[in-house]
């Protein structure tokens, strides 16, 4: 019995090891609503891609077919979670769709090992989805934060949901609760400002200043 258990150990020890080990670096973006990480994500993507000849994606979609393939469900079926609406934060946020019900307990299962996955083959910006906490112990990985004044958010807000300003803050306000109750599922013990090696103001940067800068830092890091 005590070879197996000495056994069971030294396997739990390098399947720990090798979870934590990255075939390419991981930049994940995560950001308050009315934050451009998109188009950040891709502007980076576009600059590592021309100056290192490496070919890197970014994820955001992806992740979703990636989680309701592991749970045998149409990714359709998820698109209501990843919206962080309320009803998609507790268990049985599918409870009217019984033909393919799972717990979420089971849906953050399947996003945190899209999530690794994804992230364990590197080369790759993901986009929220609680990449920062997921990928906080693997190598070679920079954790950015997209912020931006309350006021400055709001108009983008209002711009871009065709909202008046009271029923855009609630929505803003709600979101970013919601979003950052999402990311926290997986941090654990850690603080949600621990998570994050950077945070951006994107109302005094540009979008490409943004993407050059973490460009830069990845050179001196050495990591692309």
């Given at each position: 019995m005590s070879i197996i258990i000495s056994k069971y150990a030294r396997d739990r020890i390098l399947e720990k090891q090798k979870q934590k080990q990255a075939f390419g670096t991981v930049v994940t973006i995560s950001r308050q609503l009315g934050c451009p990480a998109k188009p950040i994500a891709r502007e980076l993507v576009g600059l590592i891609n021309e100056k290192t000849k490496e070919k890197w994606t970014c994820v955001s979609k992806e992740i979703l077919q990636e989680s309701a393939s592991k749970l045998g469900i149409p990714s359709s079926e998820l698109r209501y979670f990843f919206k962080y609406n309320e009803q998609g934060i507790i268990d049985g946020m599918l409870t009217t769709i019984s033909k393919f019900y799972v717990s979420d307990m089971k849906i953050y299962k399947a996003v945190e090992i899209a999530i690794r996955s994804i992230g364990q083959n590197g080369k790759v910006v993901i986009i929220g989805r609680g990449g920062a906490a997921i990928c906080r112990d693997l190598k070679n990985t920079l954790h950015i934060r997209l912020t931006a004044p309350t006021d400055w958010r709001l108009r983008k807000v209002m711009e871009t949901h065709n909202l008046?300003?009271?029923?855009?803050?609630?929505?803003?306000?709600?979101?970013?609760r919601k979003r950052?109750?999402?990311m926290m599922q997986f941090a654990k013990n850690i603080k949600q400002e621990s998570l994050f090696d950077i945070t951006y103001n994107c109302a005094a940067l540009k979008k490409k200043e943004i993407a050059y800068s973490i460009f830069s830092i990845l050179k001196k890091k050495k990591t692309i």
């Open positions: 008046k300003e009271n029923a855009a803050l609630k929505f803003m306000k709600d979101y970013d950052i109750h999402f």
